[in-house]
């Protein structure tokens, strides 16, 4: 059973990073396939958060910051320190991914409306 999970997790990964690589090789700008290669790696964080009973449109950082906030139980907390520190260079990664997602910015611009 852990294998098949493994496998269901490990798939997506493996399948993004086949399409990655062909991106390399498509015609169209450095700035396109760029942006292209982060919403496939977007779509995997929201995949797995899903595959965890997490909301679909949602990120596993934003979520461990909605959780620390809601439930301020060492799990909570824990989970999202372990996710700052892996984004060190990105400070206050998940907060900034929390407020992101409430601002709608994943969104293209045509759908964020005025919330």
């Known amino acids: 059973m852990l294998t098949f999970i493994l496998f269901i997790l490990a798939l997506p990964l493996i399948l993004s990073l086949v399409v ?3 991106s ?3 015609s ?3 700035e396109e396939t760029s942006w292209w290669r982060w919403q496939v790696l977007v779509a995997y964080d929201q995949l797995v958060n899903t595959f965890f009973r997490g909301w679909a449109d949602e990120s596993i950082s934003s979520r461990a910051y909605r959780l620390s906030l809601s439930y301020p139980c060492d799990g909570c907390q ?3 320190k ?3 520190k892996i984004f060190f260079f990105d400070y206050n990664h998940c907060e900034e ?3 992101s997602e409430k601002e709608r910015l994943q969104m293209p611009p045509e759908l964020r409306g005025n919330t």
Do not use: E, P, Q
Request: overall charge positive; proline content about 0%.
């Open 28 to 30: 169209g700008t450095l």
């Open 24 to 26: 390399f090789l498509a």
């Open 78 to 80: 824990w989970a999202r």
């Open 97 to 99: 991914s929390y407020r």
């Open 82 to 84: 372990l996710i700052d």
């Open 20 to 22: 990655v690589a062909w």
